[in-house]
């Protein structure tokens, strides 16, 4: 073995078994038979890459099963990827997870490493602007998002920027590290081609995304975002409930940044739902929802809720 491989080696292994200790501590998502709950089990449910969990627990069983058809017919009908994109692809995939792929990624990130340590103050604010400015345009542009997830999305882009203009991308130790997660997480995905990436299923899909999901968490954490904190801590608060409609503020900590928002929610047969989200899913249907089962709008008033309400900050 090569000298300097045994670092990288000792540093991949290290942070895979970081991971499944972290994977046996995750919380557990709490019933939705609150507001409050709800809206702690779309945090925990986001916080562990249960995207399959995510969906169920955001749309009533009639809702997912129409959304879980409308899943399977767009993946039908993806056009076949073209030679290109194969090769492209399968090059990828072969750079990332080839015996020795840290090693020969390390040596050829170095001089652009030291390219970007010399004009960092220079290009590296710039590149972040740029990013900033295109993210800000996507959700100002977006059709299903209310103002006030714009504003949330927003918020969300201004703190991350100002993250990555205090994070050292330029460190060498924690490139390589950055280098062997990627590296490890490639191997999770365990896929070669893209015709292989495209004949997977709904659960195997949803399996890839976590994988994929629970990598870019540990590369954020490993240049100081830690997201996991981030959904731990993540405090709530019933503002207001009548039984049928209720509204939460949730205050979520991103980067140092306080993000608060008011989430409106509505109950079917015993649980609680975003009433935004599921009012936009149901109006981007290509057929109209079950009779009855719209939720109707949110009264110009509701009730208050009892006094100290707050909910604790971490979900366990």
């Known amino acids: 073995m090569h000298r300097r491989s045994l670092p990288v080696g000792f540093v991949l292994v290290a942070l895979l078994a970081l991971a499944a200790c ?6 557990a998502a709490p019933p939705t038979t609150t507001p409050e709950g709800a809206v702690r089990a779309g945090l925990v449910l986001t916080r ?11 749309l ?9 058809a409308q899943w399977e017919r767009a993946r039908a009908a993806q056009p076949a990827p073209t030679p290109q994109q194969r090769a492209q692809f399968a090059q990828m995939m072969q750079k990332l997870t080839e015996p020795g792929a840290e090693e020969k990624l390390y040596k050829q990130l170095q001089p652009q490493l030291a390219d970007l340590r010399a004009h960092r103050d220079q290009n590296l604010p710039m590149l972040i602007g740029i990013l900033q400015a295109a993210g800000t345009h996507v959700v100002a542009e977006a059709g299903g998002l209310s103002p006030a997830q714009k504003q949330q999305a927003t918020q969300a882009i201004d703190a991350l920027a100002d993250w990555a203009r205090g994070a ?23 896929l070669k081609t893209l015709d292989q990436a495209r004949a997977l299923d709904y659960t195997q899909s949803m399996a890839r995304y976590r994988t994929a999901w629970d990598g870019l968490k540990a590369l954020l954490k490993l240049y100081g975002l830690d997201l996991d904190a981030s959904f731990d801590q993540a405090r709530l608060e019933t503002l207001a409930n009548d039984g049928r409609h209720a ?27 975003d009433a935004d989200r599921l009012a936009a899913w149901r ?5 109209p929802a079950p009779a009855g089962s719209k939720p109707p709008p949110p009264p110009s008033s509701v009730s208050p809720a009892p ?5 604790p900050a971490t979900a366990r």
């Not at 009533?60 to 879980?68: I, L, Q, S």
């Not at 050292?168 to 365990?190: E, M, N, P, S």
């Not at 509204?247 to 739902?273: D, M, P």
């Not at 006094?307 to 909910?311: K, L, T």
């Open 22 to 27: 972290n994977r046996n501590r995750e919380p």
């Open 48 to 58: 562990n890459g249960d995207f399959d969990g995510l969906q169920r627990s955001t």
């Open 60 to 68: 009533p069983e009639a809702d997912y099963n129409a959304w879980r």
């Open 168 to 190: 050292d991308f330029t460190d060498a130790d924690k490139a390589r590290q950055a280098i062997a997660l990627v590296c490890g997480t490639a191997r999770q995905l365990d």
């Open 247 to 273: 509204r939460v503020r949730e205050t979520f900590q991103l980067a140092g940044k306080s993000i608060v928002s008011q989430i409106n929610l509505v109950q079917q047969a015993g649980h609680w739902y």
């Open 283 to 287: 109006a981007s249907r290509p057929t």
């Open 307 to 311: 006094a100290g309400s707050a909910a």
